[in-house]
């Protein structure tokens, strides 16, 4: 349960590309770029920041990122003209084109490259996009360690790695496993989207939970409106547990091997009881800090039983917090990505599945 090893080294620059939203005033900085951000503070890295989506937004008059992609690009390549960062990580960057990526490369000599993906591997045309960044780059990071699922997209041999989601304790900083259920608002939660299969999902399930189990789920697109910033993590730590439900569980729908949403660190980080998927096979990063299921029938099993034995809901909870906030600290995950990609000696991760391709 204990972190990766990280060796002290020399302050790094890196260049953080990636979304920091301030066209929604910055309500997701929680995402995954800001954890990374704060991860290589930690690591007592300096990191620039450079919101691609907002800069080409920004730069057109008509406020159309189409419209302002290439002066976007112009400017991220000045900024790490002048900058020289030692690691340059991309995010969900779609507008930069190879050229893009060369010309940053011209701008700073000696910089190396990264990208990151955390949506699923069955988004084919996210995948093919992710692909043909990957190429463009020293290496590339995906958060699911399937590599059948990832074999169709044409990845580049010995350059994709696996990277789990990332928990900061900065922004992860409930502990819901330390109140008793009497304590808690609800015994179980939901927050998410409202397609794929989630509606008969959340069906099923409330029918099959006892009379008495307080369960709420909010934020679905067909019924509510979206929780936004810290809202939304203080409403996750109002409850017990919450099940990770992908968007489709029937026996046929793909669920990757060591694949979620960032839900998954959300909860376990904030100290709820997390419920995943036995296809997931997530118990092999968090061991017994998870509760698998196999069925909705199974989960709904799961969740009342957990709900009348409150001290080892707490237990197991407690179990995946410990876990969630020392193996995939955002300091953990920043490490793994400037040792891979800088072709250091990497620290030793505390997770399968690490070459992909």
Known sequence: MTAPHTTPHAARRVLLVGNFGRKTLQRAWFNTESKLANGFIRLGDHVLTFSDRDAAREATPLRAQAFGARRMARDLVATAAHYRPHLALFGHCDMLRAQDFAALRAAAPGVRLAAFCVDAAFRADTMAA?????????????????????????????????????????????????????????????????????????????????????????????????????????????????????????????????????????????????????????????????????????????????????????????????????????????????AVTLGETPPPPAWPGVALT
């Open 130 to 338: 992710f692909a043909a960044r990957a190429a463009c780059m020293d290496a590339a990071f995906i958060t699911t360690a399937d590599t059948a699922a990832l074999a169709p997209y044409g990845f580049p041999a010995g350059r994709l790695f696996f990277m789990p989601n990332p928990v900061d304790a900065a922004v992860e900083t409930a502990r819901a496993f330390d109140a008793p259920r009497a304590r808690l608002a609800w015994d179980g939660m939901f927050l998410g989207t409202g397609i794929g299969a989630r509606e008969a999902q959340l069906a099923d399930l409330r029918a099959a939970l006892p009379p008495d189990f307080r369960f709420f789920d909010g934020g679905r697109a067909k019924t509510a409106g979206r929780l936004w910033s810290t809202r939304f993590l203080d409403t996750l730590a109002t409850a017990a547990m919450a099940p990770n439900l992908p968007l489709d569980d029937g026996p046929d729908a793909p669920i990757h091997r060591l694949y979620s949403s960032d839900r998954i660190a959300q909860l376990l980080g904030q100290g709820v009881l997390a419920l995943a998927p036995a296809r997931s096979g997530l118990a092999a990063l968090y061991d017994e800090g998870v509760v698998a299921w196999t069925s909705r029938a199974e989960l709904a099993e799961a969740m009342a039983r957990l709900m009348r034995d409150d001290a080892e809901r707490r237990r197991i909870a407690g179990i995946g917090w410990r876990i969630a906030h020392a193996r995939t600290s955002s300091a953990a995950v920043a490490a793994w990505i400037a």
